[in-house]
């Protein structure tokens, strides 16, 4: 049988305001050119260059030959749930966390979706400091809500404050999506910024999701400040969100955790049991092996100190080789956001022509701020071998200076003409 055309295919209503990947896009764009034999580097992707440290890879490999290959318990196995409590109650001081509010999810991203669509519904505002992850605004549409992207203070990180958040809240207005560490920017917000912003949710009786995923990758002594640091009665109206993607370098194991109020997360495993059923119950047993074993803190240490060497690369190079570029001064995660539009100039006018560009005259990806909210700024990731970033950095530098040398050669004329 064949078929031609789109058989008269119109998305549903759901679907609207739906837009593909714009991280995903480009790293497939990247894919394609090196299969065709060019030399490419990809800084584009948010995922950890290194192997899943062993002991956790061990143990999928023994739940697999245990016969740990049936449906898991819909919220996820007891082992891990219990192991995420500890870990996150060590993180913050001992606090007590309760290993039944936790439910687990394929990967992080599944567990912030389903998140979205159990507190938000038609109409509901949900505030999204800005720039911001790619998903979240398109999250928050298929739950029929209406993202409110806020700008971020450049001179502030990027990083919005609740005099920002209250301008920009109505009678809509359900709850705020905040990310610390930062994606795009690897800003980290303090402990008294946090308390600020859970404060001021928790007076006006709105939904607080905090995504905490890049925690543990932090360039300053011990994790970054969490929302678990603050009192209980601040939390009643808070879901943190969690995971080993990045950390544990086990991306492709699709392991995510919400941490929510009880009846909150009966609903999002009452959601998921109709949508996805548990998450893989091999990897479930390999992340339980993520915590509490030294031998993967060690290596998680490891991890995290090579992501430091390699922010310091960035950081050093740019304010060395292109003091001019106004950038954010990444202190988690594993992203630099420079601004990038000193440079615009003839085709390039935004950070889309940019990268664009930058991958066919320098072979390297980069990802666009508009992904983010921003068309002036553009994202590296430093998940990469130090080769590839090192070199990366001198063909960016080139490409820079080579529109910057064309922009002024056109003013130049100008004034003369």
């Known amino acids: 049988m064949t078929t031609s055309g789109d058989g008269g295919f119109t998305p549903s209503r759901n679907l609207r305001h739906l837009q593909p990947s714009a991280t995903i896009a480009v790293t497939q764009e990247a894919s394609r050119r090196r299969a065709a034999g060019e030399n490419i580097i990809d800084l584009s992707a948010g995922e950890p260059d290194f192997a899943t440290p062993r002991p956790i890879a061990e143990r999928g490999i023994r739940a697999i030959q245990d016969g740990k290959t049936h449906y898991p318990p819909n919220n996820g196995i007891l082992d891990l749930r219990a192991a995420v409590a500890r870990h996150l109650s060590v993180l913050s001081g001992g606090r007590p966390v309760n290993a039944d509010n936790i439910v687990v999810s394929t990967g992080a991203k599944q567990a912030?979706?389903?998140?979205?669509?159990?507190?938000?519904?038609?109409?509901?505002?949900?505030?999204?400091?800005?720039?911001?992850?790619?998903?979240?605004?398109?999250?928050?549409?298929?739950?029929?809500?209406?993202?409110?992207?806020?700008?971020?203070?450049?001179?502030?990180?990027?990083?919005?404050?609740?005099?920002?958040?209250?301008?920009?809240?109505?009678?809509?207005?359900?709850?705020?999506?905040?990310?610390?560490?930062?994606?795009?920017?690897?800003?980290?917000?303090?402990?008294?910024?946090?308390?600020?912003?859970?404060?001021?949710?928790?007076?006006?009786?709105?939904?607080?999701?905090?995504?905490?995923i890049y925690r543990l990758i932090h360039f300053a002594p011990g994790p970054a400040p969490s929302v678990l640091d603050l009192p209980d009665e601040l939390l009643g109206r808070v879901v943190v969100i969690y995971g080993v993607s990045k950390t544990y370098a086990m991306t492709g194991w699709r392991i995510g955790f919400a941490l929510a109020p009880p009846e909150v997360a009966k609903s999002i495993a009452a959601l998921q049991s109709h949508v996805t059923s548990g998450a893989s119950h091999p990897a479930q047993f390999a992340a339980a092996a993520a915590f509490g074993d030294e031998r993967v803190e060690r290596d998680v240490h490891r991890m995290v100190e090579r992501f430091g060497r390699r922010r310091e690369m960035v950081v050093s190079y740019f304010r060395e080789h292109l003091p001019g570029m106004e950038f954010v001064e990444p202190l988690g995660a594993f992203y630099f956001f420079f601004r990038a539009d000193s440079c615009f100039h003839g085709d390039v006018q935004d950070a889309v022509a940019f990268c664009q560009r930058l991958i066919v005259d320098e072979g390297v990806a980069l990802v666009p701020g508009e992904a983010f909210g921003d068309a002036r700024w553009v994202r590296l990731s430093f998940a990469a071998s130090e080769g590839d970033i090192g070199e990366a950095l001198v063909r960016i530098a080139r490409f820079i200076n080579g529109l910057l040398q064309v922009k002024e050669a056109a003013a130049a004329g100008a004034a003369r003409g």
Request: with cysteine; charged share 20%; net charge negative.
């Open 112 to 212: 912030l979706f389903n998140t979205c669509f159990v507190l938000f519904g038609p109409n509901d505002a949900v505030l999204i400091p800005s720039p911001a992850w790619v998903s979240y605004p398109q999250m928050v549409h298929l739950a029929r809500g209406e993202p409110v992207l806020v700008p971020g203070d450049p001179e502030f990180g990027l990083k919005v404050s609740v005099k920002d958040l209250e301008a920009a809240t109505d009678a809509n207005t359900r709850g705020v999506l905040l990310c610390s560490p930062n994606n795009p920017t690897g800003a980290v917000y303090t402990h008294g910024e946090l308390r600020a912003i859970v404060e001021w949710t928790a007076k006006r009786d709105l939904w607080l999701i905090a995504d905490e």
